[in-house]
């Protein structure tokens, strides 16, 4: 692999695949912290820079970047898919919707667009980084990298490491978390992994809850945060997260693990009316104006 500088360890070069809220985040982070990344964006590469812009200012106003936002900027290009990456990246990172299908087609471009020696993440919130290498010639250089919304403020990095995955290849993924300024936490490869797994728990118990008619959505949140000193309740949360997110990673838990992942019918209901949170403008909340 090859490095920016040897000393730092910041990698040189990294690909993002997908150019949506996570992908761009994702994008955003590796860029300040000096990489040259090239995001593989199939829809609309230019509405990809602009979340890494907007995310760049909105740092900058916070003061939270050492350089100016162009100047960052200036770091990350687009290409139209995960065939035309470069060759000499030092890593990609996965990041397209939470389709097993997708994901597998789309590791497998990379895999064979990218060098041997390219570390291979998926930024997948439950689906087993075992199934996933399989698409890969070489699983033992291939892991999970979990990331949370929004990217460049959250502080974790969940690390997901199957039977495969080279030891090599997890303590150098650590250390880029550690780069970042972000906290990892390494599990071991299972449905949900340790995050996704507690929170869709929490998550679905309460849409179960204002299903019900046990409270309105602020004061099942308000609990939670000033009972439990939960930074933000759950609905909110999956508001953020979206729902049509949290509704695949419930269904496929419940695929795995059994009915107790089952998704309530509010939740169907809602994603099946656009309703899927901030990035629709409605979730459990009224994101119109914010």
């Known amino acids: 692999m090859t490095f920016l500088e040897e000393s730092t360890g910041i990698p040189s ?3 993002v695949v997908g150019g949506g809220r996570m992908g761009a985040g994702i994008a955003q982070v590796f860029a300040a912290l000096g990489s040259t990344v090239v995001i593989a964006e199939a829809a609309d590469q230019e509405a990809a820079l602009g979340r890494v812009s907007t995310g760049l200012d909105r740092a900058h106003e916070r003061g ?12 990350v290009t687009t290409v139209a898919g995960p065939a035309d990456l470069p060759a000499d990246l030092a890593l990609v990172v996965e990041a397209v919707p ?3 299908s997708l994901k597998v087609e789309v590791l497998a471009l990379i895999d064979k667009a990218v060098s041997d020696s390219t570390v291979i ?6 689906i087993s980084i075992a199934e996933l290498g399989a698409a890969l010639q070489d699983p033992s250089r291939f892991i999970g990298m979990h990331f949370f919304n929004p990217v460049p403020v959250s502080t974790l ?13 997890v303590e150098q993924v650590r250390n880029w978390v550690s780069l970042m300024g972000k906290t990892e936490v390494l599990v071991n490869d299972s449905p949900g992994f340790a995050t996704s797994r507690l929170g869709v728990c929490l998550g679905l118990e309460a849409i179960r809850m204002l299903e019900e008619g046990v409270a309105d959505a ?14 933000m309740g759950p609905l909110r949360s999956t508001d953020l997260v979206g729902l ?12 795995t693990l059994g009915d107790r992942f089952a998704p309530p019918q509010l939740l169907r ?11 629709s403008g409605m979730g459990f909340y009224d994101w119109t104006n914010a």
């Open 13 to 15: 070069k990294v690909g």
């Open 64 to 75: 939270k970047l050492t350089e100016s936002p162009a100047d960052i900027l200036a770091r």
């Open 98 to 100: 939470e389709i097993p």
């Open 121 to 126: 993440a998926s930024n997948t919130s439950s």
């Open 157 to 169: 990095v969940e690390i997901v490491r199957a039977a495969a995955t080279s030891p090599a290849v």
């Open 218 to 231: 602020e004061s099942i949140d308000r609990a939670m945060e000033l009972g439990y000193k939960h930074p």
């Open 244 to 255: 049509d997110v949290r509704l695949a990673i419930a269904e496929h838990l419940a695929s």
């Open 269 to 279: 209901d809602k994603v099946a009316r656009g309703e899927i949170g901030r990035k």
